[in-house]
């Protein structure tokens, strides 16, 4: 399985970003997705997931009320919307897919990951 994440851009503070992350292969739709982020100098941290059928979500709470998982499994993509952004949320964004149908906080649930995208928040 390959992962292709974009949407990532320059964006001021309050604004508002969609990133998308297209899965190539066949077990797209069984599989549990989620969105990580590393800082510059900082560990890579967890943001969001979403259960195999978008039925479950799971928020940082950093995000939690500013940002929202979803999935078109006929597109084979997950997205991540973002509202209300802050320079904290400057980071370079992944995405991740699971080898479960739920999944968590914890990368080593995940078992592939994209190349990241860059989203950098203006004060």
């Known amino acids: 399985v390959q992962l292709q994440a974009s949407g990532g851009g320059l964006v001021q503070a309050g604004g508002s970003l969609r990133l998308s992350c297209t899965a190539s292969?066949?077990?797209?739709?069984?599989?549990?997705m989620g969105w990580f982020r590393q800082a510059p100098g900082k560990e890579r941290d967890f943001v969001a997931a979403?259960?195999?059928?978008?039925?479950?979500?799971v928020y940082a709470d950093s995000v939690k009320g500013r940002f929202m998982i979803s999935r078109d499994n006929a597109k084979n993509t997950v997205y991540l919307q973002m509202n209300s952004l802050k320079p904290e949320d400057t980071a370079v964004y992944y995405c991740a897919g699971a080898g479960a149908q739920y999944s968590g906080p914890m990368e080593e649930e995940y078992d592939f990951w994209g190349q990241g995208t860059l989203v950098t928040v203006s004060s």
């Open positions: 292969g066949r077990h797209f739709s069984s599989s549990a």
């Open positions: 979403i259960s195999w059928s978008g039925g479950s979500t």
